[in-house]
């Protein structure tokens, strides 16, 4: 059974920084792109960013030069530093594990997680 668990999320002021972290189970991590979803309320989720198997990341333009992700294989872990924080960040975070098609879809990925909240004070 696949399982993805997020943790990290909090309340920060803008500016601030906060590291999401997502540990997944019941598959070879090494062998999927892992992603990272927002949904603020009354809106959609929205694509944040993804690395894919071979390490290579790809931004949403709304986050670029503000987060990054990494991914240890060795810990089956995902990790998500957001930095320059700012209040339209606030949403819940979920991470998804991507199996095909376009990563801006949350159609291309098969496991969620239950997510995570980040809230950005002003």
């Known amino acids: 059974q696949v399982q993805l668990v997020e943790s990290g999320g909090g309340l920060v002021q803008a500016g601030g920084s906060l590291r999401l972290s997502c540990a997944a189970s019941?598959?070879?991590?090494?062998?999927?792109?892992m992603g990272w979803f927002r949904q603020a309320p009354g809106k959609e989720r929205e694509f944040v960013i993804l690395?894919?198997?071979?390490?290579?990341?790809y931004y949403a333009d709304s986050v670029k030069g503000r987060f990054t992700i990494s991914r240890d294989n060795a810990k089956n872990t995902v990790y998500l530093q957001m930095n320059s924080l700012k209040p339209e960040d606030t949403a819940v975070y979920y991470c998804?594990?991507?199996?095909?098609?376009?990563?801006?879809?949350?159609?291309?990925?098969?496991?969620w997680g239950q997510g995570t909240q980040v809230t950005v004070s002003s």
């Open positions: 998804a594990s991507h199996v095909s098609g376009s990563f801006y879809y949350t159609s291309a990925y098969d496991y």
């Open positions: 019941g598959r070879t991590f090494r062998s999927y792109g």
């Open positions: 690395i894919s198997r071979d390490g290579s990341p």
